[in-house]
Every structure is written in C-alpha cells, then in structure tokens.
C-alpha cells in the first residue's frame, strides 16, 4: 500500500544554517505530495505542496520538488530562523480518500 | 471565526465516561475527517466524511462514534475508552473528500485515566 517515509528527527540546527527533511514516497497512482507543519499547541498547517512530477512547491523560503524518477520530496530551506522550529509532515493523497502522513520531524533552531 | 475550530481543547475521562468531542469549519468545504496523532506514530486517520455521508472507516474500535449532522459540523462520541485512547485528536476538512488541500483544527488533547 501507500506509504511514506521521512528521516527521523529532532533535527537541531543554528540559526541561518540550510535545512533538507528527507522524504520518500511509494505510490499505485500518481499523487500530490504535501508538507505539512505543526506548530506547539496547535494543529498542522500546510507549508507546500505539489500535484504533479517536477513541480516545485514553496512557501516562506521552503522548497520541495516532485521527484518521481527517486520517488521524493524533500524539503528545503536555506536559512532557517528560530520561528522554524516545529515538526513538520511529509504526505501524500493518492486515489479516494487516502491521504497518508509521515511520522513527523520535529526541527529545533537555536538562536 | 475562520477556519476550523475543536473544542474542548484539553479533556480528561475516565474509563467508565461518555464526553464528545466537537469539530466546526467555517470554510465551506464539503468533507470533514478524524485524525488520531500519537507520540512517536505516523497520523491515523479514524473517518471520512464527504457531504454527510460517511465514505471512509478505517477499522476504528466501536467505542469512537462519529457523527455528521451538517456540512459543517463533525462530532466524535467517546465512551468506555481505554488508556491507550490518549492522543491528539485531530479534526480536518477538505473541499472535497480526497482531495487537494487539509485544513486542520488545533487538536482536542484527550487523556484516558
């Protein structure tokens, strides 16, 4: 079945510092892939998102391609701020009503 | 109010309670879902609700009862819940079941003593 995976966390970094959140996919149909992220105390918000093979999402300075060819959608951003830290979920919505998350990766930036 | 809203927000329940939990967008969208987040576990989703009608459920224990009496509001039914019940639940809605963009609520923390 469908499934997604992303790289374990906490993920602690310095401010301004790149961040990459590794996603990988398996997929029957062809889905869009999202990011997610959930901030303390509250529920998840989108970050991104793309529909389709070779789209690039992005929003707030994050970035993720859709990589069929590696199956993946990793996330991006080359200089991260305190604000940034949160977990944020890979997934992914493939046919009727599935949509699939990641087990989260929580990201810590210090000052 | 924009969005979606949960409430409560924190609940404590014994085993032996009946307490409900209560989900409400003001997007407009026409379906709603549960979500079950527990430590250190990927996002269960527990139902699916596309115009009211329930489309989606995923092999959840009978003592979680959702109900949908509008567009708008979701409600999950909790009785003779068990320990491991404890988790953030997580309500959702979409414009339409399975599709494009989920707008989630800031969770209902609930413990099960």
């Known amino acids: 079945g469908d499934s997604v995976t992303q790289m374990e966390g906490p993920v602690t970094l310095s401010e301004e510092a790149c961040l990459t959140i590794n996603c990988t996919y398996t997929a029957t149909g062809y889905p869009s892939l999202f990011w997610y992220v959930q901030y303390p105390g509250e529920g998840l918000q989108l970050l991104l998102k793309a529909t389709k093979a070779d789209d690039k999402g992005s929003n707030k300075g994050f970035e993720a391609t859709y990589r069929k060819e590696t199956t993946s959608f990793h996330l991006e951003k080359g200089s991260v701020q305190v604000s940034d830290s949160a977990v944020y979920f890979c997934?992914?919505?493939?046919?009727?009503?599935?949509?699939?998350f990641g087990t989260g990766t929580r990201l810590k930036v210090l000052a | 109010e924009t969005g979606v809203t949960q409430t409560p927000r924190h609940l404590v329940m014994g085993m032996t309670n009946k307490k409900s939990l209560k989900c409400e967008q003001h997007?407009?969208?026409?379906?709603m879902y549960w979500y079950k987040q527990s430590a250190k576990k990927p996002l269960e989703l527990m139902f699916v609700y596309s115009l009211e009608e329930r489309v989606e459920n995923n092999s959840v224990p009978s003592r979680f009862s959702p109900e949908c009496p509008n567009s708008s509001h979701l409600f999950l039914h909790l009785h003779t819940l068990q320990p491991e019940d404890s988790a953030l639940y997580l309500c959702?809605?979409?414009?339409?079941?399975?599709?494009?963009?989920?707008?989630f609520g800031p969770g209902t923390r609930l413990l099960v003593l």
């Open positions: 997007l407009g969208h026409n379906a």
């Open positions: 959702a809605s979409s414009q339409d079941a399975g599709e494009g963009t989920q707008y």
């Open positions: 997934a992914l919505s493939d046919l009727g009503y599935k949509y699939i």
